[in-house]
């Protein structure tokens, strides 16, 4: 005779099998039903600043690392015992975390961008990230930056590009086929299901995406490395769009995630002008000579103010 299961409550039955809900509304693409709608940015009272600059101090190459690199990263303490923290950060967070911050007031926002650049010698690099762009040649970030000023986005589900349209639209206005300014996207899918779907549906994306903007938008598949990726870009939540402005040197000297509030949107174009204008003495540069200090970020995130002569200038 098998053995009898024991008695269970009604309510503890139901408890039970409710999380099995949850998977299917993680991995759809549209926002939560109870976020904020289109086009409202949260509230930015509760919302911290930007406290570093994001990156890494190891300035970045598209080369493969060579069998002694690979070795001596491998022997590294410091870096073992970063591994090991990221990996209970990440344990303990739980698997419904993203979710569960996106579903928040301020929909998951994590910090509230700089009003003004990151100072060239306190920023960091952006770190190597390999794709494959829409004309199907793998591409390295590190090589595309090189010689002009760069608007980074990141992108992984629908929600995460509603986030970086409310940023980037404003900016590809003013500066959209200036020779030293270029739009590029990355799009992460590191379950592997999904980045067998993209890969799938490239035709689709081509119609989606402008043509001119093919040779930078990149389908980069596979996890990233939360201690030379994630963490130092503050890639936190995996549903939002982060945004970035990256100098001719790779270096990040603007950031931004989730929703845009206007302010943000105001200050983001006066940095990718003042950037672009530093550009070969490009457009913008006039103003920049009259901002002086006043146009970068000191040694604090919230630091500096942007005078209003820059913000027209594109």
Known sequence: MPPRLPFQPRALRAASITPLAGPSRLLATAPPTNSKPKGKSPASGDIPPLQRPPGTHIKPTSSPKSWQQKKDEM???DRAKAKRKALLHE????????????RTARGGKLWIAPNVLIREDKANYFPDISGKSLLGKNVHTTDVFKGKATLVTVISTRLSEEHVRSFVQPVLEDLEGHPDFQYLTINHQPNALKSLLVSFFTSSLKRIVPEHQWPTYLISTGSWSPIDVIQPLGLGNSLLGYVFLVDHNAKVRWAACGLATEDEVKSFRRAAAVLVGRMKGGVGAGAVAGAGAGSEMGGKAVEGVVGPALSGSH
Request: proline residues 0%.
């Open 75 to 77: 022997l590294d303490d």
């Open 91 to 102: 344990a303990k967070q739980g698997y419904f975390h993203d979710y569960n911050q996106a």
